[in-house]
């Protein structure tokens, strides 16, 4: 164990504490109680020059050196003044984050808004970090006067469920660079998080009969649930099923196929949590959600069952979110 490791605990406890005392809100206005200031790096280098400067300039009696250090003092409580209102009066407001896969990065869109008449200059948003709030990836950009502009910024989830979204930062070095001006926001709104779809999922399951109808009519010819037949002159084009001939197109031949209406009537596509192959819960519910993904390329109606829930056969992009919202919650 390193040394300073206590020292990291105590200072992300700290900043736990800090954060949890802040309110959540999907939009926040920055003012003088909630933002902060503190010298950099080379703020504390400027300070430290500054106080060798007086003291050669008592020491020596050196009338410009007392010019000198007056100027130089002088300019940077004038930056901290300017940094501090560069921040300070900025209207944040987050949208509401669409859903994502497990392990892939939200996209947090955040609109800055500007109602004062001059323009903020190098303004940074970021997520922060697990490890320290040096570790934040910020985005940066200006903000007109009187106007407003969007800044996208990524978060990545790597569990499915319904997370809340990390504490953000907004960040100003402007105009010398001698004092950070940072705010803490938490915001209020959730993201939904599927589960990461299989790599290399096996076929989708057969079909299953339907209630009054004998036997299994299930065809299995290409691995996967077909539902279709070849296309026979006089079909409508709306039975034609585009997307598998498009996949036919693009490798040089040109058959067409159209749903069977007939088929359809005898089975049903199930997707089923207890008969999908695999061991443990999670690998469940990612094959699952690849064999969703593929039933809704292929324009194939599905029913999905798992634990204490199932959803009838249906296609679309509303019952695609409803199977991978259900997933996402099991």
Not at 25 to 31: C, K, Y
Not at 281 to 302: K, P, Q
Request: hydrophobic share 40%.
């Amino acid at each position: 164990m390193s040394p300073l490791a206590p020292l990291h605990a105590l200072r992300r406890r700290l900043r736990q504490w800090f954060h949890a005392r802040q309110p959540c809100s999907d939009t926040l206005l920055l003012t003088q109680r909630n933002v902060y200031i503190l010298p950099t790096r080379a703020g504390w280098m400027l300070a430290l020059t500054l106080l060798l400067l007086l003291v050669g300039s008592i020491n020596y009696q050196l009338n410009l050196g007392y010019l000198l250090t007056f100027l130089l003092a002088g300019s940077a409580l004038t930056g901290m003044h300017s940094c501090h209102a560069n921040l300070r009066g900025l209207t944040l407001h987050l949208s509401p984050p669409a859903p994502v896969h497990a392990g892939h990065a939200a996209a947090l869109d955040i609109q800055l808004g500007n109602e004062q008449g001059k323009v903020r200059h190098s303004i940074g948003i970021g997520v922060i970090g697990e490890a320290s709030a040096g570790d934040t990836h910020l985005a940066w950009t200006d903000v007109p006067a009187q106007g407003s502009t969007r800044l996208q910024v990524a978060s990545v989830f790597p569990r499915r469920g319904l997370h809340a979204l990390a504490p953000l930062t907004a960040v100003t070095l402007f105009p010398m660079g001698t004092f950070r001006v940072w705010t803490v926001w938490r915001p209020a709104a959730q993201v939904l998080v599927y589960p990461a779809p299989e790599t290399h999922p096996p076929p989708l399951p057969p079909g299953e009969a339907q209630p009054g109808f004998a036997g299994s009519a299930s065809v299995q010819t290409t691995g996967e649930f077909d539902g279709v037949r070849a296309y026979r002159r006089g079909d409508p084009q709306k039975s034609i099923v585009w997307k598998k001939a498009a996949q036919t197109f693009a490798a040089g031949r040109d058959d067409l196929v159209s749903r069977d209406a007939l088929s359809t009537q005898r089975q049903q596509l199930w997707l089923d949590h207890t008969r999908c192959g695999a061991s443990d819960l999670e690998s469940r519910l990612s094959r699952l959600t690849a064999w969703v993904l593929m039933a809704e390329r292929l324009g194939l109606d599905y029913g999905l069952r798992i634990p204490g829930r199932e959803l009838p056969p249906d296609q679309g992009p509303t019952h695609r979110a409803r199977c991978l919202e259900a997933l996402a919650l099991c």
